[in-house]
């Protein structure tokens, strides 16, 4: 809670406004950011200056993790999170390679799970880091890539946390998360989340330990209309102690998380907040 506070203040204190010209908005903006997630300790990294919906966030990660390129069926597991890019983004409304309503393109999870190869087929980076990972291998390209240049134009949204690079000493697992641009107020919390929840979960499904999840924000922002409610609400309330994430012990193989899975097998205890506050999101 402390470092995401400490970021938050930075931004503040010595960002600098940038213009960005795919919402029109400003935003206040510093330039390298890192957060470290202590997921062997089990201290679960929910905000608790206001209310966190942390299972909206491990929803969308489990939807990464089964390949969905549909905004219906992220909805259908709890995560509501690509209406407004599926929908509401003009370009991608415009775009030829939309297939429909609720289509979000060759985004995120198709990419880890269907990279496609220029002679065709296709090649799945999750299953490939999991069976390694199982047999303690770690040949220092366990990494699960969304950031696919090639098509980024068969998609609405060009991805944010693009890269996970997982590590294995002895029979702990660590992990790297790579995020090229960050929303503070609204999806940080949100990375966060799926930053140490991902950790866990590959770590139950490969029969390691988790260790440390090091998150890497590059852009770190905050949007000119959330800047108010941040600096005068939420950053004059006092922090709570850490959260703790319980996972279905159940869960044993990436099938397992393709097929039966869903948010009833993801629980908190211990986790206190302040009140929400709806922070001004930008399409």
Same mark, same amino acid.
């Not at 990660?61 to 597991?77: E, P, Q, S, T, V």
């Given at each position: 809670m402390k470092q995401y506070l400490d970021l938050c203040n930075r931004i503040i204190d010595k960002g600098t406004w940038v213009e960005n010209e795919r919402t029109g908005k400003r935003c206040l903006t510093v330039i390298n950011a890192d957060l470290v997630y202590n997921v062997a300790g089990n201290e679960f990294p929910l905000i608790t200056t206001r209310k966190s919906f942390w299972? =909206?966030?491990?929803?969308?990660?489990?939807?990464?993790?089964?390949?969905?390129? /549909? +905004? +219906?069926?992220?909805?259908?597991?709890? +995560?509501? &999170?690509?209406?407004?890019?599926? !929908?509401? /983004? %003009?370009?991608?409304? !415009?775009? =030829? $390679?939309?297939?429909?309503?609720?289509?979000?393109?060759?985004?995120?999870?198709v990419q880890g799970r269907a990279w496609s190869k220029p002679d065709g087929g296709s090649i799945d980076q999750l299953r490939k880091i999991v069976d390694d990972l199982k047999n303690g291998i770690d040949d220092r390209g366990e990494i699960l890539s969304f950031y696919n240049p090639g098509e980024f134009h068969m998609g609405c949204l060009r991805p944010?946390? #693009?890269? #996970?690079?997982? =590590?294995?000493?002895?029979?702990?697992?660590?992990?790297?998360?790579? %995020?090229?641009?960050?929303?503070?107020?609204?999806?940080?919390n949100f990375n966060q989340v799926q930053v140490f929840a991902l950790l866990a979960i590959v770590a139950q499904i490969t029969g390691k330990k988790p260790g440390m999840a090091y $998150?890497?924000?590059? /852009?770190? #922002?905050?949007?000119?209309?959330?800047?108010?409610?941040?600096?005068?609400?939420?950053l004059k309330r006092e922090p709570f102690d850490s959260a *703790?994430?319980?996972? /279905?012990?159940?869960?044993? =193989?990436?099938?397992?998380?393709? &097929?039966?899975? &869903?948010?009833?097998?993801?629980?908190?205890?211990?986790? %206190? #907040? $302040?009140? *929400?506050?709806?922070?001004?999101?930008?399409?």
């Amino acid at each position: 809670m402390k470092q995401y506070l400490d970021l938050c203040n930075r931004i503040i204190d010595k960002g600098t406004w940038v213009e960005n010209e795919r919402t029109g908005k400003r935003c206040l903006t510093v330039i390298n950011a890192d957060l470290v997630y202590n997921v062997a300790g089990n201290e679960f990294p929910l905000i608790t200056t206001r209310k966190s919906f942390w299972k =909206s966030a491990i929803a969308e990660m489990l939807g990464y993790i089964r390949g969905y390129d /549909n +905004a +219906a069926d992220f909805r259908k597991i709890g +995560a509501k &999170t690509w209406d407004a890019n599926a !929908n509401d /983004n %003009q370009a991608w409304l !415009n775009n =030829s $390679h939309r297939k429909g309503e609720d289509d979000m393109g060759r985004v995120y999870g198709v990419q880890g799970r269907a990279w496609s190869k220029p002679d065709g087929g296709s090649i799945d980076q999750l299953r490939k880091i999991v069976d390694d990972l199982k047999n303690g291998i770690d040949d220092r390209g366990e990494i699960l890539s969304f950031y696919n240049p090639g098509e980024f134009h068969m998609g609405c949204l060009r991805p944010c946390m #693009h890269t #996970h690079n997982f =590590s294995l000493l002895g029979d702990t697992l660590y992990l790297n998360s790579f %995020q090229r641009s960050c929303d503070v107020p609204l999806g940080l919390n949100f990375n966060q989340v799926q930053v140490f929840a991902l950790l866990a979960i590959v770590a139950q499904i490969t029969g390691k330990k988790p260790g440390m999840a090091y $998150h890497k924000i590059v /852009n770190a #922002h905050i949007y000119e209309d959330q800047l108010e409610l941040m600096r005068d609400v939420q950053l004059k309330r006092e922090p709570f102690d850490s959260a *703790a994430l319980s996972i /279905n012990p159940d869960i044993k =193989s990436l099938e397992d998380l393709e &097929t039966w899975v &869903t948010m009833d097998d993801f629980e908190v205890s211990g986790y %206190q #907040h $302040h009140e *929400a506050i709806k922070y001004p999101f930008s399409v």
